[in-house]
């Protein structure tokens, strides 16, 4: 898979506003990811921030769109067009609250599920083809969070610290798995993301 070109999306809404909610967890990891990278995203084209770097022998872009979650895929496909970058070489990082706080699985296809970030990636994209990194974000009346808490108002609210702790610890597995997807396929970044639970 040598000098193949790769989009890793995270899902987000710009403004400060949104900057640390449980809905921008997208945003936060890819931040984290470009520190880590040595880079930072500060290409603005395309209604989104952007940087792509060379690494594990492919090229990587890594997006953040800035259209507000519901026309994230507006963004993300200018980049498809330009890079011409297969749909099974885009990785969406996203929030997901059917799952416990820090848990993560790596799917391929599948439904939008409720998620408006994903609806729009698969109609802009024409397709659900891509990888899909789930972060859970929990559910009001799951674990702490108390069931009366409306939904719309709990994913726009802000991460506790221990949430932001846990996100934090999670970019390493998320760093591994990308690497294995990218130079392996696959089969073992599920293995290991799948695990995180």
């Known amino acids: 898979m040598a000098d193949t070109e790769f989009l890793i999306v995270g899902l987000g809404n710009p403004g400060q506003k949104y900057a640390d909610t449980r809905h921008n967890v997208g945003f936060v990891i890819i931040d984290e990811l470009a520190r880590r990278w040595g880079s930072e995203l500060s290409l603005?084209?395309?209604?989104?921030?952007?940087c792509r770097i060379s690494r594990?022998?492919?090229r990587i872009n890594l997006v953040k769109p800035m259209t507000f979650m519901n026309l994230s895929g507006k963004a993300v496909a200018e980049f498809v067009?330009?890079?011409k970058v297969p749909v099974e070489n885009i990785v969406v990082i996203h929030d997901d609250l059917d799952m416990n706080p820090g848990r993560l699985k790596l799917v391929r296809g599948g439904g939008a599920g409720g998620?408006?970030?994903?609806?729009?990636?698969?109609?802009?994209?024409?397709?659900n083809n891509f990888y899909r990194l789930k972060v859970g974000i929990g559910r009001p009346g799951k674990g702490d969070v108390h069931p009366d808490f409306p939904v719309d108002k709990y994913v726009l609210s802000s991460m506790s610290g221990e949430e932001v702790d846990l996100v934090n610890e999670r970019v390493t597995s998320i760093e591994d798995g990308l690497q294995f997807l990218i130079t392996e396929g696959p089969a073992r970044a599920m293995s290991l993301i799948n695990s995180i639970k």
Do not use: P, Q
């Open 81 to 83: 067009r330009f890079y």
């Open 115 to 127: 998620h408006n970030g994903i609806r729009s990636m698969t109609e802009s994209l024409g397709s």
């Open 44 to 50: 603005e084209k395309w209604n989104a921030r952007s």
């Open 56 to 58: 594990w022998g492919s």
